[in-house]
C-alpha cells in the first residue's frame, strides 16, 4: 500500500466524520457538504506529496473546502448578478439574433483562456492588468490570448480585425 493510501485512509477512518460535519456547517446541506468533503479531498491528495501526519492533512483538507466554498459562493454571486443577461430575453431584430448566435458560436471555438480574456475585457470591461490579476498570469499572456481572440473571432465573423479592438 503506498503512503498516500495509508495517510488517505487513517484520515478519513479518524476525521472523516469531523470533516462532513464541518461541510455541513459551511453548506447547511448534507450532499453539498459531501460534495466539498469529496472535491477537497481529491484537491489535496492529487497535489500534495502527502506525509503521514493525520492532524496536517486535515488541516490541508479543511482549508481546501473553504476555499472551495468560498469560491462557489462568489461564482454564485456572480452568476446570479448577470443571469438576467441570458435569461430574459432581449427585444432584438432578426439581424441582431443572428449576429448574436454568430458571436455565441465564434466564442465557443476559443480555448478557455481566450474567451475568459475576452469576456473579462469586452464584457466585464477589466483593464489588461486587472485581467491578469483575475487569471493569475502575466499581463504579457493575458496580451497574447487576446490577440489570438481577436484574430479567430475576426476571421470567424468575417470582420475586418481594425474594427475588434
Known amino acids: 500500500m503506498a503512503e498516500w493510501e495509508r495517510a488517505f485512509e487513517e484520515l478519513l477512518a479518524g476525521r472523516g ?4 460535519s464541518y461541510g455541513l456547517l459551511l453548506t447547511g446541506e448534507s450532499a453539498a457538504a459531501a460534495d466539498l468533503v469529496q472535491e ?4 489535496v ?3 500534495l506529496r502527502v506525509g503521514g501526519d493525520v492532524a496536517q492533512l ?3 483538507v479543511r482549508r481546501a473546502m473553504l476555499n472551495q466554498f468560498v469560491d462557489g459562493r462568489r461564482r454564485a454571486g456572480l452568476w446570479r448578478a448577470k443571469r438576467h443577461l441570458l435569461v430574459q430575453p ?3 431584430h432578426d439581424n441582431d439574433h443572428l449576429l448574436a448566435d454568430d458571436v455565441r458560436r465564434a466564442l465557443g471555438t476559443l480555448s478557455p483562456k ?3 480574456c475576452v469576456v473579462l475585457r469586452y464584457y466585464e470591461d477589466l483593464t489588461v492588468p486587472e485581467i491578469a490579476d483575475q487569471l493569475g498570469c502575466a499581463q504579457g499572456t493575458v496580451k497574447r490570448h487576446l490577440s489570438d481572440a ?3 473571432l475576426a476571421t470567424q465573423l468575417a ?3 481594425e474594427t475588434m479592438t
Open 17 to 20: 466524520g469531523a470533516l462532513r
Open 159 to 161: 470582420v475586418p480585425e
Open 45 to 47: 491528495f492529487s497535489r
Open 150 to 152: 481577436r484574430v479567430k
Open 114 to 116: 481566450q474567451r475568459a
Open 40 to 43: 477537497a479531498l481529491l484537491r
Open 58 to 60: 486535515e488541516g490541508y
Open 90 to 92: 432581449v427585444e432584438h
